[in-house]
Each structure stands twice: as C-alpha cells, then as structure tokens.
C-alpha cells in the first residue's frame, strides 16, 4: 500500500500510495469494521483480543521499500506471546 511494489520491483497505480500510517489503519481498524469484529479486535483497548506485533522498526522511520524487511520481535494474540520474548 506504501511503495504500491509487487514482489519484482514493479509499481503498479504510483498514484495510489498511501502514508504508513493510514495503511496500519485499514489493515486494523478498517480490517476489524469490514469483518463485523471492530467490537473485539482492530484497536488495542480492554475487552478486545489484544492481537498484535511488536516490530524491530519504526516502519514510520524506514525507507518505504524496507518495510517489508522489517523483523517481528513479539507476536502476542489473546495477550500472550506466541512468538518471541
């Protein structure tokens, strides 16, 4: 959604990017309203299934292009870690 690249470099529909910010918004929150669940996930509040990542990076503070390769240190789903420490 930010760079708007294919695995192979291409560009498709430059036009079409969008900030960071607001693609962490519709793959949360917007995600969470489409399927009927914005109740119990998409926004970390008490109450709601307290899924999500912690990434090594800011992806507000890399290049767009190394988003992508940004490493996930902590997955937590229901508020337990399932993945790292």
Not at 20 to 36: L, P
Request: glycine share 10%; net charge positive; proline share 4%.
């Amino acid at each position: 959604m930010v760079t708007r690249k294919d695995v192979r470099g291409r560009v498709w529909g430059a036009s079409q990017r969008i900030s960071v910010s607001d693609a962490m918004r519709i793959c949360t929150v917007h995600g969470a309203y489409a399927s009927f669940e914005e109740n119990i996930k998409g926004t970390l509040l008490p109450g709601k299934l307290a899924d999500f990542v912690i990434l090594a990076q800011d992806p507000h503070d890399v290049d767009p292009d190394a988003i992508k390769d940004i490493r996930i240190v902590r997955t937590v789903m229901g508020g337990v870690t399932v993945h790292g420490g």
